[in-house]
Every structure is written in C-alpha cells, then in structure tokens.
C-alpha cells in the first residue's frame, strides 16, 4: 500500500498528529476495558520471578527505555540497567539467571540492538521486545513480542512510534508491578484509567500546534539550544535535543535540570533558549529553581507546563506552551507532543528537509 501525506506537509507531521489515533490503537491490545487491567501476550515465563530488567536501544528508542526505567523502578520496584546498544556488550555486563533483557526498537533491525539481544540470549536471558514491525528480526527472536501498532514511521525521525513505545511500557511497567504484588487491583485500574486519558490529552496538546509554529522564530536563529527536566521528563528532554538537531542541525543538549550548575550554565546568555519541561508537581519548585538560575544569566526560557506551573513560573519566560494537567505517569507521553512540534516548527522555519534530514538513516544496519 502507497503511504501517502494527505493534507500534510511532511510525513513527520502526520505522524505527529497521528498519536492520539495509533496509541490508543496500541493500548487497546494491552488494556482490558471490562475489569479495568493490563493484559500482556502469553508467555512461557513467569514473570513475577525476575530479577533485573536490562533495556538496550539506541536513539529515541533508547529515550523510550530510559523513561521506562522510572516506571519499572517506581512502580514495579524491579532494578534496570540501561544501556545504548553500541556500548553494551563491550563493558561485559552481569547478566545473571533470571533475568528479563528488553530490548526497544521502532524496526527491530538496529545492527547494535540485534546484536545486543544475540548477546543476551546466550547469556541466557529472556527476551522481551517492544518493536513496531511484527516481522522483523527482533520480533522473531523474542520470547516476550510486545507490539507497538504506530503503522508505518516514514519520517526519519521517530515521533509516534516513541509514544507508542511508552504506552506499551507502561502497561508493561503496570503489568510487572501487578504479578509482583506491588500494586493492587484498584491502582492496576488507576493506571489503565490514566492511559486511557493519554489519546485525548494528545488531542489538548496538539492544539498548540498554531502557537507552537508561531514560536519557531524564537529558536531558529540560535546556535544552542538546551532543554531542561528532572525525573522521567529529563530523558524527554534529551529526546528533545536529539529532534531539534537530527531535523533542524541546531545544537542541542539535553540536561537533567539539577546538573546544569555543573557546566551547561556556563553557556547560558542571551543567545542560548533554554526549553524547560516542567509539569507541576513535587518536583517543580526544584526546576523552577533551576530556571531562575538561567534567567538571572539573561537565558531565554520557554516554559512546558501546565495551567498551575505557568501560573507559578511563566512570568520572565520568552514563551509558555500549556499542556493539560496530567498525571505525572502519562506526563512523558503528553509532553513529547509539544517537543516534537517544536522541532518540526523550527526545522520548517530553516527549511531544512524534514523528513530526510541529511546524514541520517531511518533505520541504521551497520554497528
Ligand atoms: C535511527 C533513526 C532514529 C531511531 C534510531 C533507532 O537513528 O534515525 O529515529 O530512533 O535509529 O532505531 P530503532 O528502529 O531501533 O528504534
């Protein structure tokens, strides 16, 4: 089948705003609406005897796996070890009996991520993959195949196959938190009833888009670009980053809010915005700190907040973007819209080629 742009510009904006429609695609073959539960595909494994979650992946995959490591560790109480897939099998990892190696990938055929989960499997690890091609090789070497239902990803750039990436991890998350009686029924149902809400919050976000376009001038003439965020929004600020300079070549770091004392805001001044993601929270008042650090060095702050945050901070920042209140579980998911938009925008203002951005594979077969 010809996979055509319809009414967009670009295929990485009709990916964009496909979102709400493929992760609630994805979520419906992991969320069972009648007792309000995850359900994951049949397995030979019990699940509740793991030890460790090892998850290699490379580029936004790789982002997708470090927001899951929050998950797993908050609500699962399972430790993880991440890795990106080129360094992982070089520093000889402990892969001890008993533990569940997931390995995260849009095609499922990353050279490093295929040879990482080679490598895990005669260490004798069990194999989960969250893959968005049902017939690629990851897939077919799995014991545990956790399908993302993103269709077809044809811009360079990952954007929904990201998002679906996270829906799928975080029932899994929920999953793993249920079998090891770290959470009960009524918060099993808690958090199906929270990814539920994700389509429809996309739907809030993704009103932006206007907003958002209109801001791309702000940030195309800047030479660095540093986006900020603490918890499970610190990996979507580097995910941030990597859009921004995999499609408009603006430099661009993402850093943990608390780490920019310790060099990033030697960098800061006038020419430098810095992208704040920053849901209120019990972590806000701490990236809020953070943020008055940049503007007292003249920084340039957009904020990413919700009504509460904005109310709090927005004032002094060159831009707020109001995502809707959300629970701090679905946050991640939210907050990738307005990021992705963002580097779309500011690519499209630079004229660069959206969806081929020059140097880059859409899926990378070489280690
Ligand atoms: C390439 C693509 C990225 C992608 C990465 C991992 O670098 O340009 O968008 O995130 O590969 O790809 P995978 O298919 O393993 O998710």
Redesign the pocket.
């Known amino acids: 089948i010809a996979i055509e742009k319809g009414n967009y510009r670009h295929f990485m904006q009709k990916e964009i705003f496909e979102q709400p429609t493929v992760v609630a695609q994805t979520l419906r073959s992991y969320l069972r609406q009648v007792d309000q539960s995850v359900a994951l595909p049949q397995i030979d494994f019990d699940l509740s005897t793991i030890k460790r979650i090892t998850i290699v992946?490379?580029?936004?995959?790789?982002y997708a796996g470090m927001i899951a490591k929050y998950w797993l560790e908050t609500f699962a109480r399972l430790p993880v070890d991440i890795d990106v897939?080129s360094e992982f099998r070089y520093r000889d990892p402990v892969l001890e009996p008993g533990g569940l190696a997931l390995f995260?990938?849009?095609?499922?055929?990353?050279a490093d991520?295929l040879a990482a989960l080679r490598h895990c499997r005669a260490a004798g690890q069990t194999i989960a993959v969250v893959?968005?091609?049902p017939t690629s090789s990851?897939a077919r070497e799995a014991d545990l195949l956790l399908p993302t239902h993103a269709g077809p990803e044809i811009g360079?750039?990952?954007t929904k196959?990201?998002t679906c990436?996270l829906a799928v991890l975080a029932a899994l998350a929920a999953h793993l938190a249920v079998k090891r009686g770290r959470m009960d029924r009524a918060e099993e149902a808690e958090v199906v009833q929270h990814l539920l809400e994700v389509p429809a919050c996309f739907n809030a976000a993704l009103a932006h888009d206007d907003e958002i376009a209109a801001m791309a001038h702000l940030i195309a003439p800047a030479r660095d670009v540093l986006y900020l965020g603490r918890g499970p929004d610190y990996p979507l600020a580097l995910e941030g980053a990597?859009k921004l300079k995999?499609i408009s070549y603006i430099h661009a770091e993402g850093y943990a809010s608390g780490e920019m004392k310790h060099g990033p805001i030697a960098l800061i001044d006038e020419a430098v915005p810095v992208i704040v993601l920053a849901p209120s929270g019990p972590l806000f008042e701490k990236t809020v700190s953070n943020m008055q650090e940049v503007r007292a060095r003249g920084g340039k702050v957009v904020l990413i907040s919700d009504a509460a945050g904005i109310a709090e901070a927005g004032d002094g920042c060159i831009a707020t973007i109001e995502m809707p209140q959300v629970h701090p579980l679905i946050a991640p998911l939210i907050y990738a819209v307005p990021v992705q938009l963002l580097a779309y925008h500011v690519a499209c203002a630079k004229g660069t080629d959206v969806d081929q951005p020059r140097n880059?594979?859409?899926?990378?077969t070489v280690e």
């Open positions: 992946a490379c580029g936004t995959s790789y897939a995260i990938s849009q095609s499922g055929e990353t991520t893959v968005n091609v990851m360079v750039a990952s196959a990201f990436q990597l995999e880059l594979a859409k899926s990378v």
